[in-house]
């Protein structure tokens, strides 16, 4: 089973992971971190495929992907 690990407080929302997500998992989270940004989310964990694509892709290196 795969995790993935956001720093949700360092994402500036620039949605790029949610753009790559082959299974479309990837969200942009309804609640606002520190920064005044909605972060990525994952809404389920159990479909994630750990491909890492959505890690790969985030300019600030906010996601973690683990196998």
Known sequence: MAE????QDRCKGCELCTTVCPKDIVVMA?????????PAAVTDVDECIACGFCANICPDVVIEVFK
Request: hydrophobic share 40%; charged share 30%.
């Open 4 to 7: 993935v690990k956001f720093s």
């Open 30 to 38: 309804d609640e606002i971190n520190i920064k005044g940004f909605h």
